[in-house]
């Protein structure tokens, strides 16, 4: 690994959790000596890519990120973001796949992917998207959401299909509960017979949940072991996914997805 690169890495270490890292801190998550650490760290820092505190030596990143961040926004359209681990999601899945936005509680179609062959296949309307409760996706986003969202989401009738009774809050709440256990959101022949589908959350640059990402697939394709296949696809690339977005996942929807033992042996 070259010594730009090593030094780049460093910013990797910067998250949510520890938002704020000492020399000691970097030396010891990296392994390396301490001289070739603080050398990598000054250059960082005279780059802009972190910032260091003047009373507690400490650092965090820098304004040079947001400007990029910010130019890279302005500059690549958000589905081009996406296009490549999305479509590479729907090969190894042999599916369709389908991101989706959430506006309040609108699912706005982001882009979607059918890299397979099969005869027998999903339709897919990007302009008529289901409500949140008869979906993967909207069970994925209510289950990593605020929990006042989710007493929104039951009062406004716009969230069910055309004259489907109020969904039941109890039952409701069990499933959200399960799904934020698991990982992921299941559907199967709720919205249409011979439909299935899973779920998972994509985050912002906050950790917030904000959208969804979904493969839908014929339920006759195959049962329990089709879905956790295609859920276990989707976990894999949840990072990804979120990365490509501008986001970040939380360290423990991350170890629900990849388990750290995982992580260290890939």
């Known amino acids: 690994m070259s010594t730009i690169a090593k ?9 949510t959790a520890q938002p704020v890292l000492g020399l000691s801190d970097v030396q010891r998550l990296t392994g390396r000596d301490k001289a070739t650490v603080h050398r990598h760290l000054v250059a960082l ?4 890519f972190l910032e260091q505190d003047s009373g507690t030596r400490a650092y965090r990143l820098g304004p040079a990120l947001t400007r990029l961040a910010g130019m890279r926004v302005r500059t690549v359209p958000e ?8 479509d590479a999601l729907s090969r190894e899945a042999g599916e369709l796949v389908h991101v989706s936005r959430l506006q309040g509680f609108d699912l706005v179609h982001v882009h979607h992917a059918e890299q397979h062959d099969h005869p027998v ?22 289950a990593f959401s605020p929990g006042g969202l989710l007493d929104l989401a039951l009062a406004d009738p716009r969230t069910r299909l055309p004259g489907a009774p ?4 109890m039952e409701v709440e069990a499933e959200l509960k399960l799904v934020a256990q698991r990982g992921f959101a299941r559907n199967r022949d709720t ?6 589908s899973v779920a998972i959350p994509i985050f912002d640059a906050a950790s917030r949940a904000f959208a969804t990402c979904s493969i839908a697939y014929p339920t006759g394709r195959g049962g329990k072991a089709t879905e956790a296949h295609l859920a276990r696809l989707l ?7 979120s990365q490509a977005m501008g986001g970040s996942v939380p360290p423990h929807i991350l170890d629900l997805w990849i388990p750290s033992r995982e992580r260290a042996a890939s």
Do not use: C, H
Request: aromatic letters at 8%; glycine letters at 10%; zero cysteines.
């Open 7 to 15: 030094a780049l890495g460093l910013l990797d270490l910067f998250s």
């Open 45 to 48: 820092e005279r780059a802009g």
């Open 79 to 86: 589905v081009e973001m996406l296009r490549a681990v999305i």
């Open 121 to 142: 296949r999903v339709s897919f309307d990007a302009y008529g998207l289901p409500p949140l409760f008869a979906t993967a996706s909207g069970k994925a986003y209510l």
């Open 166 to 169: 109020a969904p039941n809050r």
């Open 191 to 196: 919205l249409r017979l011979g439909v299935s």
């Open 235 to 241: 976990m894999q690339r949840g990072e990804e996914i």
